[in-house]
């Protein structure tokens, strides 16, 4: 699964001046009874945002067909992800948030309906589930992340019952909202744990939507606790959106406790428990608990030697996406090494400057487009407010709009882009590698293009 926390920014009405196109029907397969390896110019490893706007791109500006662009993705479904924040706080429907992974799959590639299960660089192939091997000249790889729900014990046998839900799945989000409607009284814990996950503000997105309905909808937000227990040291990694999301939880009388890692739900005796940042193990009742679970690099991923030995994502330059070993191996998104926010804003401002590199190095000449670690997530923090956080590597603040907002404060314009212009911009542009974070629709341009 993949997930992102925006689309991307910048005029939102300018993405309506962009024609759009309809969605393929099909695309070519290799399918699973085929016995023999076989060899593409181009394999990416990934059909979501990341890889198909990544080959939708590449098929553009490669020629089509001749390109010869293959997609190793097993799923029959793609998710629009972000959207279940939306459906699990009861603004969003969930039949919204997918489509068949047909009808978003580009027409020109080769789909390869097959899960990969190991990569071999030297060999230059990857490894298939049926056990086949595609082999490759170029590789990208844009596998996504693990969502883990057996890191936390005791989470899988009482997910979806007993109050406990998570909006890190299809199965689970609507399941999140039944939750938050049928809750009257008690304590509710929203958890985010101490490793990175996609879209790092999900977490407590959740939670200020739960926490807005019961104010103002249900009318019973004076006999409900809301707490925010993470794992981390902060409400957010940039410090100037986490002193506006401090401010906010004050105000509204919402509770926090800092480096708490959810490690173990007892669903029938609502007892979750924690272990704090000094090794000790702390147990919390509660009547209502959201979970967000430990990811991670997929285990086949992390195994391989593409990987960076010690976070198991695979190791790429931070500025040019190029593999720090093997110089025809690119990779981007959620399952990349990248030191910033694993969102798909992060993927629309990637994805042109990995094109422009890979090509380059298809025609022999050195990668030299550069990322900056542009990422975005727009944090709901109620009906109709949003906070834009914006910011790059180190975690400076790269903001599209300063001069018309203060970005750190809830405004209404940003709410409207988070729940109309990203998911329309998501199904048809960004998958199409025609949406390009804060440029809108206008592709960026690198030096010397090939």
């Known amino acids: 699964t993949r997930w992102h926390s925006a689309v991307g920014l910048g005029a939102a009405a300018s993405i309506f001046t962009a024609s759009g196109w309809a969605l393929p029907a099909s695309a070519k397969s290799a399918n699973a009874?085929?016995?023999?390896?076989?060899?593409?110019?181009?394999?990416?490893?990934?059909?979501?945002?990341?890889?198909?706007?990544?080959?939708?791109?590449?098929?553009?500006?490669?020629?089509?067909?001749?390109?010869?662009?293959?997609?190793?993705?097993?799923?029959?479904?793609?998710?629009?992800?972000?959207y279940w924040t939306l459906v699990g706080g009861g603004k969003g429907k969930l039949e919204d948030s997918r489509r068949s992974m047909a009808s978003v799959m580009p027409k020109e590639a080769t789909w390869i309906k097959q899960g990969a299960t190991a990569v071999d660089p030297d060999a230059q192939a990857v490894v298939l589930a049926d056990g086949r091997r595609v082999h490759y000249e170029y590789l990208v790889v844009a596998a996504g992340i693990k969502v883990d729900m057996s890191s936390v014990k005791g989470l899988e046998a009482t997910l979806g019952k007993n109050g406990v839900s998570t909006i890190y799945d299809y199965n689970y989000a609507g399941k999140a909202w039944d939750d938050i409607m049928a809750f009257k009284k008690g304590t509710a814990l929203f958890t985010m744990p101490k490793t990175g996950v996609k879209c790092g503000g999900a977490p407590q997105k959740i939670m200020w939507l739960a926490e807005d309905y019961w104010r103002h909808e249900a009318k019973v937000r004076p006999d409900v606790e809301v707490e925010f227990v993470t794992g981390t040291g902060s409400m957010f990694g940039v410090p100037k959106y986490s002193n506006a999301l401090e401010k906010i939880r004050d105000k509204r009388g919402v509770l926090s406790t800092f480096k708490h890692d959810l490690v173990e739900v007892d669903g029938e005796r609502k007892i979750a428990t924690f272990e704090t940042g000094e090794g000790a193990r702390v147990q919390r009742p509660f009547d209502l608990l959201h979970v967000v679970p430990k990811m991670g690099p997929y285990?086949?991923?992390?195994?391989?030697?593409?990987?960076?030995?010690?976070?198991?994502?695979?190791?790429?330059?931070?500025?040019?996406?190029?593999?720090?070993?093997?110089?025809?191996?690119?990779?981007?998104?959620?399952?990349?090494?990248?030191?910033?926010?694993?969102?798909?804003?992060?993927?629309?401002?990637?994805?042109?400057?990995?094109?422009?590199?890979?090509?380059?190095?298809?025609?022999?000449?050195?990668?030299?487009?550069?990322y900056d670690g542009y990422t975005?997530?727009?944090?709901?923090?109620?009906?109709?407010?949003?906070?834009?956080?914006?910011f790059k590597y180190g975690g400076e603040t790269k903001e599209t709009m300063p001069w018309l907002f203060d970005q750190a404060k809830e405004h209404a314009p940003f709410y409207f882009m988070k729940t109309i212009v990203f998911p329309w911009a998501y199904w048809n542009l960004m998958l199409r590698g025609r949406w390009f974070g804060t440029n809108t629709v206008f592709e960026p341009s690198f030096p010397d293009p090939v």
């Open 33 to 82: 009874d085929e016995s023999r390896d076989v060899k593409h110019k181009i394999v990416i490893i990934g059909g979501g945002a990341a890889g198909l706007g990544t080959a939708s791109m590449l098929l553009r500006k490669g020629g089509g067909k001749t390109a010869d662009v293959a997609i190793i993705e097993p799923a029959d479904h793609h998710y629009y992800q972000p």
């Open 299 to 370: 285990p086949w991923l992390a195994q391989s030697k593409i990987a960076d030995p010690q976070t198991g994502y695979v190791s790429v330059d931070k500025e040019t996406l190029q593999h720090t070993r093997f110089p025809n191996v690119f990779a981007l998104g959620d399952c990349s090494n990248l030191p910033t926010s694993k969102t798909a804003a992060a993927i629309t401002a990637q994805t042109p400057i990995l094109v422009h590199n890979l090509r380059r190095v298809m025609a022999g000449k050195p990668a030299n487009a550069k």
């Open 376 to 390: 975005c997530c727009p944090i709901v923090t109620g009906r109709g407010k949003l906070i834009l956080a914006e």
